[in-house]
């Protein structure tokens, strides 16, 4: 489910983008009004089912990305910290215990004696 999600997901995404690439800026229909090639009612017939098309791509990227963010926060249960057992809080590190040694007889790690 999820492979086919991000599969339809990108796909929607390729195509929004040429859409977009597609479209006539607005610039370009003022120009046509004012004399330039005079294709401003051909290019308005054109824009609205452009402009319908892309609506509906849009709609169709967020849907599919909410269900993309849903579908991922539900798998992610688990924390990138691991449980500490209760058993391996109450086991002394070993660290300390050689540190506690150290502490206890420290003529025995510098190996003189005070006299």
């Not at 452009?50 to 963010?69: C, D, N, R, Y």
Request: a negative charge; glycine letters at 8%; aromatic letters at 6%.
């Amino acid at each position: 489910m999820n492979t086919l999600l991000i599969t339809f997901h990108v796909i929607v995404c390729i195509v929004i983008i040429f859409i977009v690439l597609l479209q006539v800026g607005r610039g370009a229909e003022a120009g046509a009004m004012f004399g330039g090639t005079g294709q401003a009612q051909s290019l308005r017939g054109q824009s609205t089912f452009i402009g319908k098309f892309t609506t509906v791509m849009a709609v169709a990227f967020m849907i599919t990305s909410f269900l993309l963010t849903y579908d991922t926060s539900n798998k992610a249960k688990s924390s990138v910290i691991e449980v500490i057992t209760e058993e391996e809080i109450q086991q002394p590190a070993p660290q300390a215990d050689a540190k506690a040694e150290e502490a206890d007889n420290p003529a025995a790690t510098d190996g003189k004696t005070d006299e």
